[in-house]
């Protein structure tokens, strides 16, 4: 910091007068009290000489400053009395406004001059050597972060004004200073663009994405792709993404997705006598010390509101967090915690990465998380953690986001963290509490009777609501019939003051007052897994009708043990029950019910899941096709409910996915192995639409290790066969192999045609893809004589037009289109609009192959159009390559350049590295046709070794065809 009095350099006569002034100059002219100089300064150690210490210091600043009147102090502290123009920071932030309000009346030429101005008052970081205080440390922070936005929008602003030559230098310089900031790196390439500078525009790109592959292991973000793209295309007026021309030059998320997620529960609507506690939480999470992330951790004993507390002040907070609110419950407090890589699995779908391009490892999903929340401002809401271990790997990088988490443990061992354990409410808010509950009027006219209860609920907030929720469930009780229960059951509430034993009282109480059926439910809801449930789930716990099941059900909700969780996307309630509850409820059911109850119970869980998944499957592949299914008994009540659960299968599938996994779990330990592998097999239809290969790891993997201990060959087949097809979707086609190879043996051991089938149907697809055509036609042949005496109708279908496919490939067009043709038929009878397009797909594909452009557009159209309709993403990409490869044969070359380009996009987008090098193979042939060389080689080049890397030698091979003729400068066809 440089102080100038009189036009001359002027020093003060010690560091902390420096801190002094510097800490004025923060507050801008306003006031600052004394209490808040004094924390800054020496925190607590000068307490309670503080303040005559500060009186000293301020005298000695205004005997330097030459004017006492520079430093002003009213009844609530002190202020710096000085114009905008005395102050660099105050001149700055002046001239940094004005420069905005230019920009917003498009006058870019002013906004360049302020902003310059503006930049020329910089002369190095910020109090530097006085951020040892944190306050300064924080403000330095700021100006820094508002530096490089200032300079963000200069430099766009003199991109706009045709300015590119002149600034180049500049962005190298800001570019070598750090590689990673692909914003500035993006702006880099678009100015070497516009001053015709395409090649050294290309190789800063290079440069940028080796420098993140190095260092962080991920790929550029879509704005240097798009860019380079439009580079590669030799577009004239390649521009930035708006939305990035205005914030700061540091790095930006690999994606982002179109709306800011609010993973939020809602608020408690009667939460009560937290009002300090929330306002500490939120001046926590609203600050911002530099270079590392705002952690707050709420700590307490089970059952005092830590989440109630958590969720209220994050949603006070959301404004200041615009980029998103992230929500997991890590199931902290149960037996089997949520894996860190689970819940960073579902913040990157929620952050917008497709399911298929969620890493597989821990370590790269914390990278890919931290890079997706990097220069962003993101609230994360870490519910019931167990440890430090289990929240390292979900926090985000650097300043601007902040980590709300709770716990049952203090988590002192996590660095940074600022702490608040959370104690009991006091009497009074505990009266408020109850009444807010009951609305009972005696509750507030008998002040005595009222406290009493509050005093044996030991005024902890769980107890409280356990007791409202009787009295608002029998209104015919009297608070003191309440009153006198509480003192009978003086063992329970003497444990209300001895740690975790208390919970278990005040549930205990309302246990007690529960019907017999309402009691058994309870219990039973102790055996769930998931963090909310439908409520047909009570129908089988309690091996009932539904709607009997359900009355039970919302008895336990108007006594506040099971909470209205709200709506699924099909219009189904769900439901909830805290963890604590949940945890009574589960020792009452070890204590109360016999274990063969307790099976059965779980068995009808598990076995209703099955009967509504197997349910589910039927609807969308028109009967039991390409799965197997064991004989372990389904739990069913009738048509009418299946009905109105599936009538959007699909939908019906998503929604239960953490009830499936957590199903086939629960066989797995109950040691129902062919439930558990049934179950397994039967949501891949679920896991390989959506793209949940995490999922169907995990629970084939699950019922693999189940089969095995019960000696279950068949099911020990079909989970191998479902391993090796997971890994073909992934293509990790040697991975495959061991895994069909021992399914294969399996299923012939069992004698099991129907999954030697399936297994030899897919085994012929590696021989195919690795170039044995000869091989995979003996294979798939094979595989149709048994599916057709199985009668796997979509299977058989799926075959025809593989071996159509091979036939295509090898020059065989009416042998090919014999088999398409049947094939389309067999999906058309089985209303199957998804395998219908897969074979459209492969016409379209015969007609290219002879030369039949019209025809191939037409088929490509209706592989669109269908995958549209069924949210087939993957199909659609398909869809678009077929359309845009049939109009390059057409010599349409713009209208093929543009669905290629939408096909490129979304192949890259969803992570596919197969249909990423098809789109690039068919972009490289588009650019030979245009005449351009260089831009086909690169294409060209970058498809081969795409191919290659996925072991995929035919494509590479037909990759380096394509190359090897633009290099001899032979005339352009396409094939």
């Known amino acids: 910091m440089t102080l100038i009095i009189g036009g001359s350099p002027a020093h003060l006569s010690s560091r902390r007068q420096e801190q002094l002034l510097a800490l004025l100059v923060c507050a801008q002219g306003r006031v600052v009290s004394a209490e808040t100089l004094i924390d800054a300064m020496w925190g607590e150690r000068l307490e309670p000489r503080g303040g005559k210490n500060l009186q000293v210091l301020v005298h000695r600043l205004r005997k330097n400053l030459d004017d006492p009147g520079r430093i002003r102090y009213d009844r609530s502290g002190y202020a710096l009395a000085a114009g905008p123009e005395e102050v660099d920071a105050w001149q700055f932030a002046d001239l940094a406004e004005r420069a905005r309000n230019a920009l917003d009346s498009a006058d870019l030429e002013t906004a360049v001059a302020l902003q310059r101005e ?50 180049i230098p500049e962005l190298i310089s800001l570019v070598a200073e750090d590689p990673l900031a692909e914003s500035m790196g993006a702006r880099l390439m678009l100015a070497l663009h516009r001053a015709g500078r395409r090649t050294e525009a290309l190789d800063a790109y290079r440069r940028i994405r080796t420098a993140l592959a190095e260092e962080l292991g991920l790929e550029p973000g879509p704005q240097l792709r798009s860019l380079e793209q439009a580079v590669l295309r030799g577009d004239a007026h390649p521009a930035l993404d708006s939305r990035t021309r205005a914030r700061p030059a540091e790095d930006k998320p690999a994606t982002a997705p179109p709306d800011p997620p609010c993973m939020l529960p809602p608020r408690v609507g009667d939460l009560t006598g937290r009002d300090g506690e ?22 307490g004993m089970p059952g005092v509101g830590k989440t109630a507390l958590a969720v209220q002040a994050a949603h006070d907070v959301r404004d200041d967090f615009p980029d998103g609110q992230l929500y997991v419950n890590l199931r902290g407090a149960g037996s089997e915690p949520v894996g860190a890589s689970q819940a960073l699995g579902r913040f990157l779908r929620a952050l917008g990465t497709p399911g298929t391009a969620v890493p597989d490892g821990l370590d790269e999903r914390a990278e890919a998380f931290r890079a997706r929340l990097s220069g962003r401002r993101v609230l994360v809401l870490l519910d019931d953690a167990a440890d430090e271990a289990q929240v390292e790997p979900l926090l985000p990088p650097g300043d601007g986001c902040a980590v709300l988490i709770t716990s049952r443990a203090a988590l002192t061992a ?11 409410l006091g009497p009074s808010a505990s009266v408020e509490l109850l009444d807010a509950i009951t609305g009972r009027a005696e509750l507030t006219t008998d002040a005595a009777t009222a406290a009493r209860l509050a005093e044996l609920c030991g005024w902890l907030p769980l107890a409280l609501r356990i007791a409202g929720a009787r009295l608002a469930a029998r209104p015919h009780w009297t608070v003191d019939r309440l009153i006198s229960r509480l003192e009978a059951e003086r063992d329970r509430l003497d444990e209300l003051t001895h740690g975790t034993l208390s919970v278990r009282a005040s549930l205990a109480l309302g246990y007690s007052g529960l019907a017999e059926r309402s009691q058994v439910l309870f219990r039973r809801l102790g055996l769930l897994e998931i963090p909310d449930f ?5 129908a089988a716990l309690l091996d009932d009708e539904p709607r009997d099941a359900e009355e039970v059900l919302e008895g336990l909700v108007e006594a506040r043990l099971v909470e209205y969780a709200g709506m699924d996307d099909l219009g189904e309630p769900r439901y909830r029950t805290h963890d604590l509850v949940r945890l009574h409820a589960r020792e009452r059911g070890e204590s109360d019910d016999p274990p063969a109850a307790t099976a059965a119970a779980l068995a009808r869980l598990t076995g209703a899941y099955l009967s509504l998944a197997e349910q589910a499957h039927r609807r969308q592949y ?109 293509q990790h086609y040697t ?62 279908a799926h075959v025809l037009g593989s071996i159509a496919q091979i036939h295509i490939e090898q020059s065989r067009p009416d042998a090919a289109a014999r ?10 009878d089985l209303s199957n609009t998804r395998g219908g397009a897969q074979i459209l797909n492969r016409l379209g594909a015969l007609h290219l192959s002879q030369g039949a452009p019209g025809q191939a557009e037409n088929a490509f159209q209706q592989v669109l159009t ?11 990409t398909y869809g678009l390559l077929g359309i845009g490869e049939a109009l390059l044969l057409a010599r349409d070359l713009d209208g093929a350049a543009e669905r290629l380009e939408r096909a490129l996009a979304t192949a890259t987008e969803l992570g596919e590295p197969f249909l990423t090098a098809r789109a690039q193979l068919a972009g490289g042939r588009l650019a030979a046709a245009r005449g351009d060389p260089d831009l086909a080689r690169t294409l060209l080049d970058t498809a081969a070794g795409a191919f290659a890397e996925i072991g995929l030698p035919v494509w590479h091979e037909r990759a380096r065809a394509e190359l090897r003729a633009v290099e001899g400068a032979r005339p352009f066809l396409p094939s």
């Open 866 to 876: 269908a995958s549209q309709a069924v949210g087939d993403l993957i199909g659609e």
């Open 622 to 730: 028109g009967g039991d096709y390409t799965v197997l299914h064991g004989g372990a008994p389904r739990w069913d009540r009738g048509e009418s409910t299946a009905a109105r659960l599936l009538t959007d299968p699909g939908g019906w599938l998503r929604s239960e996915r953490l009830g499936l996994v957590a199903a086939v779990e629960q066989a797995a330990r109950l040691g129902l192995s062919e439930t558990c592998w049934d179950l397994a097999m039967t949501a891949i239809t679920l896991f390989e639409a959506q793209g949940l290969f995490d999922d169907w790891r995990h629970t084939s993997q699950v019922a693999l290790d189940t089969a095995r201990r019960a000696g279950d060959a068949r099911g020990e087949a079909a989970m191998r066969y479902s391993l090796g097809t997971l890994e073909l979707f992934r």
């Open 118 to 167: 503006a930049l020329a008052l910089w002369h190095g970081r910020a109090f530097a050597g006085l951020d040892d205080v944190a306050a300064l440390a924080e403000a330095a922070e700021r100006l820094e972060q508002e530096r490089r936005r200032v300079l963000t929008e200069r430099i766009d602003a003199d991109l706009a004004l045709g300015g590119h030559a002149e600034i």
């Open 819 to 828: 088999l398409l043709e049947t094939a389309l038929d067999v999906y058309r």
């Open 534 to 538: 439908p409520g047909w789930v009570a």
């Open 414 to 424: 996590l660095p940074g963290a600022r702490r608040l354990v959370l104690q009991v």
């Open 735 to 796: 991975a495959a192999r061991p895994h069909l190879d021992a399914a294969l043996t399996l299923f012939e051991a069992v004698n099991d045609h129907h999954g030697q089938a399936l297994t030899l149907r897919n085994a012929a697809l590696i021989e195919r893809v690795e170039g044995r055509a000869g091989t995979a036609l003996r294979g798939y042949r094979q595989a149709l004589r048994m599916l057709r005496e199985a009668g796997d109708r979509h299977a058989e």
């Open 278 to 299: 929330i306002g500490r939480i939120v001046e926590v999470l609203r600050s911002r010390p530099p270079g590392t992330p705002v952690i707050c951790a709420v700590s």
